[in-house]
Nanobody, 116 residues
Framework: QVQLVESGGGLVQAGGSLRLSCARSGSILSIDAMGWYRQAPGKQRELVAIITSGGSTNYADSVKGRFTISRDIAKNTVYLEMNSLEPEDTAVYYC??????????WGQGTQVTVSS
């Protein structure tokens, strides 16, 4: 069974940086899009950033200019570089892989905590 494994979360002060990684146990060439979502306590899960099979990217307005999504196809890994972190970025971050006509794949999540 294919798995997504996130890593790189942690505790950081406001203004700091973190890089999240999402490694898929299978190839990401077959994936139509991979994205990062986050869920803060008491809030709905929201899309943070997405990268398509063609390499196009899109970001939530709240993270534009601060976060960058990228991928390494050879490593079957997607990254989320997060800079200028704010306390409002505190959440569990989830990786998601989407293929047409199939249920989405989800990772187990990684906690990001930004202290003020």
């Amino acid at each position: 069974q294919v798995q997504l494994v996130e890593s790189g979360g942690g505790l950081v002060q406001a203004g700091g940086s973190l890089r999240l990684s999402c490694a898929r146990s299978g190839s990401i060439l077959s994936i139509d899009a991979m994205g990062w979502y986050r869920q803060a306590p008491g809030k709905q899960r929201e899309l943070v950033a997405i990268i398509t099979s063609g390499g196009s990217t899109n970001y939530a307005d709240s993270v534009k200019g601060r976060f960058t999504i990228s991928r390494d196809i050879a490593k079957n890994t997607v990254y989320l570089e997060m800079n200028s972190l704010e306390p409002e970025d505190t959440a569990v971050y989830y990786c998601c892989a989407v293929r047409q006509l199939r249920p989405p794949e989800w990772g187990q999540g990684t906690q990001v905590t930004v202290s003020s």
